[in-house]
């Protein structure tokens, strides 16, 4: 199940980035997920849950989403929208395709606070 390193590299980014900021909590994460790392979302938020346990972000809300492929063809130079387990050309049929959408996991952003904020709000 490689959704734990997954989730465990994401911590340690969400991790780095709050403590650059000096936050104390980490309240929501925004997540974009390529269609062809083939990551299960629901297996993600699972693992997530376990490797932040215990940290500024075990409560934080983990918000997932899933980018499509997308693919150009090295003959025709078709632009298209593999799927994950056919990756012809839509106009001349050839498989020989340059994915260049839809392979990244991206930290696309967070929301956290600082001790001074949550003073504030109290």
Known sequence: MHEVAIASELLEQVLEIAQAN????????DVVCGEQ????LEALV???KGVSEDTIAASATLNLSEK????RCRLCMNEFSPSIDDYRCTQCGEAD?????????V???MVCHSKDEID???
């Open 22 to 29: 000096n936050a104390v909590t980490v309240e929501s994460i």
């Open 37 to 40: 790392r083939l990551v299960v």
């Open 46 to 48: 699972m693992a997530w």
């Open 68 to 71: 499509p492929m997308k693919g």
């Open 97 to 105: 395709v340059d994915i260049f959408e839809g392979n990244d996991i």
């Open 107 to 109: 930290l696309s952003s």
């Open 120 to 122: 504030e709000e109290k």
